[in-house]
């Protein structure tokens, strides 16, 4: 399965998913916003690629996650995942707590 049907089956658009491939090639560690949230990518995919994501406490610029990826990413690519929730709370400066699950 080709990352465009991975990625659709998660929700994202098409100009999510370029602007997911474009952000894998530079790794800038800009903040790219999609219709789920935010992510940052930085480092090189030399050796692997870490999917990682905040807590309900902080967002990724949070300074102890700031340095984590900036240490990680010596080494391995860091794709930083921001949920819409935090997305929204960076948007509008309110802090608000993360949505409650969905319980089945």
Excluded: N
Excluded at 15 to 35: F, G, P, S, V
Excluded at 65 to 73: E, G, I, K, M, S
Aim: aromatic fraction near 4%; hydrophobic fraction near 35%; charge should be positive.
């Amino acid at each position: 399965m080709g990352m465009s049907t991975e990625c659709q089956a998660t929700g994202l658009d098409t100009a999510d998913i370029e602007r997911l491939r474009q952000a894998l090639d530079q790794a800038d560690d800009r903040l790219h916003e999609t219709t789920l949230g935010g992510f940052q990518v930085r480092g090189r995919d030399e050796h692997g690629r870490l999917l990682l994501c905040h807590g309900a406490g902080a967002g990724h610029d949070s300074v102890f996650l700031t340095r984590l990826r900036q240490r990680l990413a010596a080494g391995i690519q860091v794709v930083a995942v921001e949920f819409g929730y935090m997305a929204r709370i960076r948007r509008e400066g309110r802090r608000r707590p993360p949505p409650k699950s969905i319980r089945w």
